[in-house]
């Protein structure tokens, strides 16, 4: 299922309820095989318990009841939080969604597409911090064939780690859920934003991890003659904050837009628009991680082994 054994959590048993019937390994299971030629559909489960296999001990660590304001965000705040950087300089955000993979924009690697420029680094939230962790390299950049700078479409790409990062070694770093297929989250979905920037002191140094809440709107409330009138597609999310004054203005391209759903923080989008502050009708407009999400595991399968 495109992820390594490296990746592996934990699995367990539960009781089974489904309308749709169960998938069952053959009794001449064959190690060696694809596990899809291995299995069979089933109208019943003889023991009434079914299999669960988490891949990626994703979505974990955060505390929740936050103010709404844009602030300063503490250590662990949000593991999945990357500087991408060039040259010493951070250029954009990203998530991290396994130990391999980071989720950014595409824009963001339009112009530097060569993996030997980037330096990613995992579980800062001070410029400081990049003096005592790690530079994680780069082997492979993935940005959508689609991508249109101009109009925005398909505003997402994949960066390989050389190496995985090392969660093991901070519980400042882990990856976020990448959305199943299936989890309904729509407006007005209350969802935080993380994304490197000026203080809120108007600090003209190196940029800090800020955190604000949003709320989702609806696409066509995003469409309207005074926002951004028709310019958003099916793979774009729109995005307003919950606090005044809140310290968010000038987003930071590829960083993650992520919500709380069943105890679980899922990645539901990646920054590529930041006016939301500049005008009060220009809500933020992040690339919708669920719309390409069956891109994405593409990528991770064809590249697993790079």
Known sequence: MWFDRSTYFKSGQQEADSSDGFLMVKSDFNPEAPILQQVILSKTCPNNRVVTLRCTDCGSGVNSSRASRGQLASPGAWPWQVSLQVAGSHRCGGAII???????????????????????????????????????????????????????????????????????????????????????????QKCWIS?????????????????????????????????????????????????????????????????????????????????????QNKPGVYGNVTHFLDWIHRQMKKHQDE
């Not at 690697?109 to 001070?126: L, N």
């Open 98 to 188: 396994s130990p391999y993979w980071i989720v950014t924009a595409a824009h963001c690697v339009a112009k530097a597409s060569s993996p030997g420029d980037w330096a990613v680094y995992a579980g800062i939230v001070d410029p400081l911090d990049t003096l005592f962790n790690p530079a994680y390299s780069v082997s492979h950049i993935i940005a959508h064939e689609g991508y249109n700078g101009l109009t925005r479409r398909n505003d997402i790409a994949l960066m390989r780690l050389s190496k995985p990062v090392d969660k093991t070694a901070s519980s400042n770093i882990g990856p976020v859920c990448l959305p199943n297929v299936g989890l309904n989250i729509t407006a007005p």
């Open 195 to 279: 994304r490197f920037g000026r203080t809120v002191n108007g600090d003209s140094g190196s940029p800090h991890l800020m955190e604000a809440q949003v709320s989702l709107i609806d696409t066509s409330d995003c469409n309207s003659s005074i926002a951004y009138n028709g310019r958003i597609s099916q793979d774009m999310l729109c995005t307003r904050e919950m606090g005044a004054g809140s310290d968010t203005c000038h987003s930071d391209s590829g960083s993650p837009l992520v919500s709380l759903k069943d105890g679980v923080w899922w990645l539901i989008g990646d920054s590529i628009w930041g006016e939301h502050c500049a005008e």
